[in-house]
């Protein structure tokens, strides 16, 4: 359903790479807004201004290597730039002071790492980086290039490209910790399985399109039933046999209308109530009854509604098999991380350690 209807740790998306760098040229610049907006990030922070620190100020250093209040400002500031018009201003400082400390982290792990992968001579090819990048690509949103999303979230090609070569070198200094390289047996997997069953629920789901007309709350009674009164026309049409894509691109006041009024596959809590009600019982392939919800008047046509179940232990073997081989992976980064930590030396601006796990 479309949005206007519906209601690990940072050390992962260091180490590995697909996601990694998808979090680096889509987590950023999420929002079709991002970007758009003219105000600084600074400005909608002036509120919180004791918490902006002199650039020069070392929040951490590793081993000699020092990471500034100015460092961490680039970092922040893009991250910032597309939350501006999204979340409310009161809650940026807060999100800042989150950042900051993720970013502080993230260095402190990035150096170690690194500095361990140059020790061990790790290098990666022009080929493997590309290998990697057209993973990314094709990871993408449907219908969202590559160069639309390094826009979006302000990467260069050049910073991406940078970005996939660490961590790929990243990710080979942390496999060669593995231990345990071989495949999870079958005792594994039906462990893991059995013990969680919950992941593997397939909710009830329906494939619906509809067309929308829209009302406003400052419509009076006679607007309201003139609108209704489109609906009901445009029903009519449908029920006489009127292509509903075709009508849905011609009079459907919702962006769905590009789609013919497609509004995919959707599960229960997703949708306004009267919207979602109606759908969940309509007859697949009916034009229902006009339904009201806060955005207007729906003609709606479900096109396919597939009951709940649960996914059998070898419909998802293979997905099974390569989350448990990520657990490896994490926990022998985890491990191999804190090893590193304690060899080296770390110092910390005043509220900038990572708090002691419990």
Known sequence: MKKSFTKADNLLPLIMLVCAALFIITGCGKSDTAGTSKAKPGAAL??????????????????????????????????????LGQVPEAQLVQIREKMLKESVDDFVSRTLLLGAADQAKITVSEAEIKTAIDRIKNNLPQ???ME?????????????????????????????????????????????YDSNKKQFEVPETVHARHILV????????????????KAENI???????????????????CPSKKEGGDLGTVQRGQMVKPFEDAAFKQEVKAIGPIVETPFGYHIIQVLEHSQPKEKSLDEVKGTIEKTIQQQRLQETAERY?????????IVYAD????????
Not at 50 to 69: C, D, H, I, M, Y
């Open 143 to 145: 219908g969202v290039t």
């Open 148 to 192: 639309e999303a390094l826009k979006r979230s302000g990467i260069t090609q050049e910073k991406l490209h940078e970005e996939v070569a660490l961590g790929l070198r990243l990710t080979k200094i942390i496999e060669a910790q593995v231990k345990d390289k071989k495949a999870p047996t079958d005792k594994e997997i039906r462990d893991y």
């Open 214 to 229: 829209k009302t406003e709350e400052k419509d009076d009674k006679k607007t309201k039933d003139e609108k209704k009164a």
């Open 46 to 83: 002036e509120s919180g201004s004791a918490q902006q620190a002199e650039p020069s100020k070392v929040l951490a250093e590793v081993n000699g290597r020092k990471f500034t209040q100015a460092d961490a400002d680039k970092e922040i500031s893009g991250k910032l730039a597309s939350l």
């Open 337 to 345: 991380l804190a090893e590193l930590k304690a060899k080296a030396k």
């Open 351 to 358: 509220g900038m350690a990572p708090a002691a796990k419990k």
């Open 235 to 253: 029903r009519k049409q449908l029920t006489g046999g009127a292509d509903f894509a075709r009508i849905a691109k011609t009079s459907s006041d």
